[in-house]
Nanobody, 122 residues
Framework: VQLVESGGGLVQAGGSLRLSCVFS????????IGWFRQAPGKEREGVAC????????DYLDSVKGRFAISNDKAKSTVFLEMNNLKPEDTAVYFC????????????????WGRGTQVTVSS
C-alpha cells in the first residue's frame, strides 16, 4: 500500500485547509483509513478514522465539529476538511491504512504516508 498526502500549509487561526491522501496498491474498500497527527514532543494521535467494515467514523474529541473526513472511492482518495483551525492543531498530519483495524489507534495501523505539515498561526 502506498499513501501520499498533500494539502498542508500555513494558515491563520480560524482558517481552513483540506488535506488529501491518495491510496494505491490494494483495494481501497478493504482498508480502514485514518488521519493522524504528531506535534513536536508529543505522541502521534488519531484525528479521524473510517472503518472499512461498517463505515463508522471516529473523531478526536478536540476536532469534533471542526474537521470532517470523507472519501472519493473512484479516485481512491481520502480527504480531511479542517475548519476553524487553532494553533494547537499545528502538527505533521499523516494518512494511514490497515485492513484489520477498526479503531483510530496509531500503533495498530501498518501503512503510512510521509505526512504533510500544517501550521496554524495565532
Amino acid at each position: 500500500v502506498q499513501l501520499v498526502e498533500s494539502g498542508g500549509g500555513l494558515v491563520q487561526a480560524g482558517g481552513s485547509l483540506r488535506l488529501s491522501c491518495v491510496f494505491s496498491g490494494e483495494s481501497f474498500d478493504d482498508y480502514s483509513i485514518g488521519w493522524f497527527r504528531q506535534a513536536p514532543g508529543k505522541e502521534r494521535e488519531g484525528v479521524a478514522c473510517v472503518s472499512s467494515r461498517n463505515g463508522e467514523i471516529d473523531y478526536l474529541d478536540s476536532v469534533k465539529g471542526r474537521f470532517a473526513i470523507s472519501n472519493d472511492k473512484a479516485k481512491s482518495t481520502v480527504f480531511l476538511e479542517m475548519n476553524n483551525l487553532k494553533p494547537e492543531d499545528t502538527a505533521v498530519y499523516f494518512c494511514a491504512a490497515d485492513p484489520w483495524v477498526e479503531n483510530c489507534h496509531a500503533a495498530d495501523y501498518g501503512s503510512w504516508g510521509r505526512g504533510t505539515q500544517v501550521t496554524v498561526s495565532s
